[in-house]
């Protein structure tokens, strides 16, 4: 839980602007987009800590994906994998707050055009040589300086520089490194394309700042007295310690949990203790602030209806040299499926492996089965499941005087199996510990983390399993549900914030490690460089890819007084 308390309330709720730096300007299908939002007020660099929502559009204009972000000192990191099978030759970027989306029409979203590289692309154009001869200009920003400490040009050289700040002021700044062999001018500068906010217009002001993961709910209960009842929340996450604290209640049953910090989704869960009414029921509204699940309607007010991409290039080999694979530098094992992970987690011994047809059973729509069997049904090849009623049959009158109550075959039933045409019985077994059916029947849907379907003949039970079985694993600690049963929480779902995707650098510090392909456009990214008085140099180590000759650096980012920065240049 991370919690950036900055001593000033000025800037909460002023209009802000944003702008995105990419790590490169033209994208292949499949390559992850690494990016730096910036946001600033009148004020300067929004200090305050915001939330950044972020929608990719495809270029008919369907949503690829909703993303929500938290700046920190006025930035926040974010990335989007372009899909691997994507048609467009661009994408579109829109960036927003909840603020914004009062503004005035042309104030709401910050655009931009992402360009991605396809095999035949009818709208692209290319430059001529004069033109981008003037394009480049070292700029002679004098808020910071780069010195050299070691360069190489050499196949997957060592070079190493350090960012001095030569001011007083906090800079906020991301950096990238690219080949400038296949440098394309960016479509998008953070002097010439970041919006001014003093020229923002709001019809509205917001009635709540919109930031970190907030939640506002209402307790209904007759004759509430806030110093009789107690109410605490847990916010529960996989693999993280959950965090529990007490709620005020005011005088009308409404309260507000707030300054949360988490990724993906979490359990919240809220428990009343009241005095003297330990059975009293009580009615709970809740709503999560902020735009954490949806996208608001799409409107094409895009002002580029239909971007170009002009291109420095003229089919040259340079482009096709291209870097596929992000993880093709550094990584060549292959990643393991979700089934492939469960079965090295729950699967043993005699169980591991062999001829069966295994199931996640963790999957959202897995619940709406009523039982496992059910689950099953239809989808293990050569494998009958059907339901015998007690009446129907007489299989339930002899279950019945055999002691089995009623109840613990369910109200579907007897599940009867067969191999084919073989009518013998299937053996069961409860994470590998052999069981009656009964004992499956009865397995909540929720404690179920994985099936193993094993086709006859089974070798893993003691005697053996001529006709096959199941093998039937619960969740562990870290995977099951976090609300106990006959418990006094009541839990509901939110959402968080998106995970970021850290760029990987390769480190060839040993000859070793230099026994890979290198084919890279970005030789690095570094999207957050704090700089102030205090601590005015940050050093930076990248390696060369294979070939190039020349490196082109930018470095773009805001002052806390609000002015830009942006300083660029090539190295060779």
Known sequence: LLIIVVNTNAQLNLPVTLYAHHNQTVF???EQIYSKIYARSIKGLHMQPLNIYVDWYTAEGSLLKHQIYLTKFG????????????????????????????????????????????????????????IFASTLNSQSDQSISINKVASSFEAKGKNEWIIKNNGKDFLNLSLSITEEESFELPNY???????????????????????????????KLADLNPSNASLVFSLFKRGQMPIIDQVPLL??????????????????????????????????????????????????????????????????GWMNYQKQDENEVVVYA?????????????????????????????????????????????????????FQSATSTQA????????????????????????????????FFLNQVPVSVDALLQLPMADIAYIKVFRPPFLGAGMGAPNGAIAVYTKQGDEADYIPKKSKLTGFMVYGYTSPVSFLS??????????????????LWVPTIHLNHDNP??????????????????????KQNGELIRKEWIVE
Do not use: C
Not at 189 to 214: C, E, G, M, R, W
Not at 397 to 422: H, L, N, Q, Y
């Open 28 to 30: 292949n299908t499949g």
């Open 75 to 130: 930035g926040a990191e974010a990335n989007f994998q372009v899909p691997e099978d994507y048609p467009f030759a661009f994408l579109r970027m829109r960036m927003y707050t909840a603020q914004s989306l009062k503004q005035l029409p042309e104030f709401q979203f910050s655009d931009q055009v992402v360009f991605v590289k396809q095999q035949t692309s009818s709208n692209t154009k290319h430059l001529p040589d004069s």
């Open 189 to 219: 500068t953070i002097l010439q394309h970041f919006k001014d906010p003093s020229l923002v217009k709001q019809n509205f002001k917001s009635d709540y700042y919109d930031a970190f993961v907030q939640v506002n709910g209402k307790l």
């Open 251 to 316: 005088a009308d049953g409404s309260f507000s949990i707030d300054r949360l910090i988490f990724t993906d989704s979490a359990q919240l869960s809220l428990q009343l203790d009241y005095k003297g009414k330990r059975n009293q029921k009580f009615e709970l509204t809740y709503q999560q602030l902020g735009l954490f699940q949806n996208a608001p309607l799409y409107a094409f007010n895009f002002s580029d209806s239909l971007p170009v991409f002009h291109s420095r290039f003229k089919n040259t």
């Open 334 to 386: 292959k990643t393991k499926t979700a089934l492939e992970l469960l079965e090295d987690k729950y699967a043993t011994g005699l169980f591991k492996g062999g001829d069966a047809v295994d199931f996640n059973m963790m999957l959202p729509n897995v619940r709406s089965f009523p039982t496992l069997f059910h689950f099953l049904q239809g989808k293990v090849p050569g494998l009958q499941i059907f």
């Open 396 to 427: 339930m009158d002899s279950a019945v005087t055999a002691g089995r109550k009623e109840e613990e075959s369910g109200i579907f039933g007897t599940p009867k199996f067969s191999w084919r045409s073989s009518q013998d019985q299937i053996k």
């Open 506 to 523: 390769p480190d060839y510090s040993s000859e070793k490690k230099k026994a890979v392909i290198d084919k890279r456009k970005t030789l």
């Open 537 to 558: 140099n940050q050093g930076i180590i990248y390696y060369n890819n294979d070939r190039s000759k020349r490196h082109r650096i930018i470095i773009e980012g805001v």
